[in-house]
C-alpha cells in the first residue's frame, strides 16, 4: 500500500512538470488574439536592400502598450516576429583634461584680465578652457586666441561667462568655460573684459577636448493646466495634464513673464490626480535682470515618470505669486531599431497586459552595429486588431463569490469531528474496565 501511495505522487508530480512546461512554452508563443492593436510601418523611401533601420513609438503607441513598452511585436507579413531593439536616447559626453600652466597673468584696468595658458608642447588637441576664480557675482566676456609660438595669436572664440550667488540661498550658478574649434595649439591667450566691475581673482585654468551629443527628445503636448494656490503652505500648485498615461517624461518648463526672482519647487506625480507622490524633493528657477546678472533657469529635469499628472509646487514664500503662462514636457525618444527588408510589410502590434519584454539576439549583438543617422520609418494610423479577443476578468476567489461558504464548511467539519470524538469516547469506554476496578 505504502508503495503504490509513492508511485501515485511520482505520477502526478511527473504530470505536474509537464502540464507546467506546455503551459510555459505556449505562453512564450506569439498568437495574434492576444493584442488588441496595430500599427502599420511605412519603410523608408529609397530603401533599396535589407538594412537596420528606426522606428519612434508615437503617443498612441505610449497610451496603449504595457509600461516600458514590454508588449511591442514586430510580425513581418508572413506572419513572423522580428526581432528589434528597443533603444533609450541618453546624452553621451566624451572629455579629456589637460592641466596647464599660466604664465603673463595679470590686469589691465579698465580693460581686461589677462593670462596664458600654455599646455607644455604641440598637437594635443583640444577644444575648451575653463578658468578657475574665487570672484563671484560677475557677467563678462572671454576672448580667446591661440599660438603656436607665443608670439602670433589668432582669436578663435568671444563668449560670456558667469557666477551668480545667493548665499543667503545657498545658490549658485554659473559658467566660466569658453568653447572654440578644435585646436593642436600649444598656447591660449584668454582676456576677461573688465566691464567696469574691477578685476577678477584667477586663480588656475583648465583645458579639455570635449565631445558631446545631446539627447534626442521628444515634446509631449500639455492637455491642461490648472493653477491653485494654497496659502496655508504659502505654495503655488501647478497641476498638469498630459492627456493620457504612460508618456515617458524628464524635463519641464514653465513660462513666466515675471523677472528678479528665485524660488525653491518641488516635484509630484499622480495616476488619479488624487494620491500624490514626491519625484523631486527640491529645486530651484529663477530669473534676473539686473546690472550685475542677466539670465534665467526655468527648467528643472525630474527622474523619469509615466504618470499622466505631474504637479509643480512652487515655495512663494512671503513673495508674490508668479504668473505661470505655460508649462512644456519632454521626454527621452525611443528607438525600435530592427532589420528591414524593403520587399516585405511590417507592423507594430501593442497592448497586450500579460505580454513580457521579449529577448532577442539583437541585444547581444548591438553594441557592435553602426546604428548613427540610420533611416527613418514612420507608423501609420492605428487600428484594432479583428483577430484580437478580449479575454473574460478572473472570477473573484471562492470567499467573494460565496461569503457563506467557508464558515459553512467548518461549521460541518466542526460537528463532524465533534461526532467522531464522541464515536472514539463511546468506544473507549465499551474497552476500558469500570472505575474502580
Not at 558667469?162 to 591667450?189: Q, W
Request: aromatic share 8%.
Amino acid at each position: 500500500m505504502k508503495n503504490n501511495c509513492l508511485s501515485a505522487i511520482k505520477l502526478s508530480l511527473v504530470v505536474a512538470a509537464l502540464l507546467a512546461l506546455v503551459s510555459s512554452s505556449v505562453a512564450a508563443d506569439f498568437s495574434l488574439r492576444d493584442w488588441q492593436y496595430v500599427k502599420d510601418i511605412i519603410l523608408p523611401s529609397g530603401l533599396q536592400q535589407e538594412s537596420l533601420v528606426e522606428l519612434v513609438p508615437d503617443r498612441e503607441v505610449f497610451a496603449g502598450a504595457r509600461s516600458g513598452l514590454a508588449d511591442l511585436r514586430l510580425i513581418s507579413e508572413k506572419n513572423e516576429e522580428v526581432p528589434y531593439k528597443l533603444e533609450i536616447s541618453k546624452p553621451k559626453q566624451e572629455q579629456t583634461s589637460f592641466s596647464v600652466s599660466l604664465r603673463d597673468k595679470g590686469y589691465v584696468p579698465g580693460l581686461h584680465n589677462i593670462f596664458t595658458a600654455d599646455l607644455g608642447q604641440e598637437g594635443v588637441l583640444h577644444n575648451e578652457i575653463e578658468f578657475q576664480t574665487s570672484s563671484s557675482n560677475f557677467r563678462r566676456t572671454a576672448t580667446v586666441e591661440t599660438s603656436n609660438d607665443g608670439s602670433t595669436w589668432m582669436k578663435v572664440a568671444e563668449q560670456t561667462v558667469y557666477d551668480f550667488t545667493v548665499k543667503e540661498r545657498n545658490f549658485t550658478t554659473g559658467d566660466a568655460s569658453v568653447r572654440y574649434p578644435e585646436s593642436t595649439a600649444r598656447y591660449l591667450r584668454v582676456k576677461i573684459a573688465d566691464g567696469g566691475e574691477g578685476p577678477l581673482e584667477i586663480t588656475g585654468a583648465t583645458v579639455f577636448y570635449a565631445k558631446e551629443t545631446p539627447a534626442k527628445e521628444v515634446p509631449w503636448p500639455v492637455s491642461s493646466i490648472d493653477i491653485g494656490r494654497d496659502e496655508t503652505h504659502r505654495t503655488t500648485l501647478v497641476e498638469v495634464d498630459l492627456g493620457t498615461a504612460g508618456l515617458p517624461s524628464y524635463r519641464l518648463a514653465i513660462g513666466v513673464p515675471d523677472v528678479n526672482f528665485n524660488r525653491d519647487v518641488t516635484l509630484e506625480a499622480s495616476t488619479d490626480r488624487e494620491k500624490w507622490k514626491t519625484i523631486l524633493s527640491q529645486a530651484t528657477i529663477y530669473a534676473y535682470n539686473t546690472p550685475k546678472f542677466v539670465g534665467k533657469g526655468l527648467t528643472i529635469t525630474y527622474p523619469e515618470t509615466t504618470s499622466r499628472y505631474l504637479r509643480l509646487v512652487i515655495h512663494d514664500e512671503d513673495s508674490p505669486t508668479l504668473s505661470v503662462q505655460d508649462v512644456k514636457l519632454w521626454g527621452l525618444q525611443r528607438s525600435i531599431i530592427f532589420a528591414a527588408d524593403p520587399q516585405e510589410s511590417y507592423r507594430l502590434y501593442y497592448a497586450n497586459t500579460e505580454a513580457q519584454r521579449p529577448s532577442y539576439d539583437i541585444e547581444r549583438v548591438f553594441p557592435y552595429l553602426v546604428t548613427e543617422d540610420l533611416p527613418e520609418a514612420r507608423l501609420g494610423p492605428q487600428a484594432t486588431n479583428p483577430e484580437f479577443v478580449e479575454k473574460k476578468p478572473p472570477l473573484p476567489p471562492l470567499s467573494e463569490r460565496f461569503p457563506w461558504l467557508f464558515p459553512t464548511v467548518i461549521a460541518v467539519a466542526a460537528i463532524v469531528v465533534a461526532l467522531l470524538l464522541i464515536g472514539i469516547i463511546r468506544q473507549a469506554r465499551k474497552v476500558l474496565p469500570p472505575p474502580g476496578q
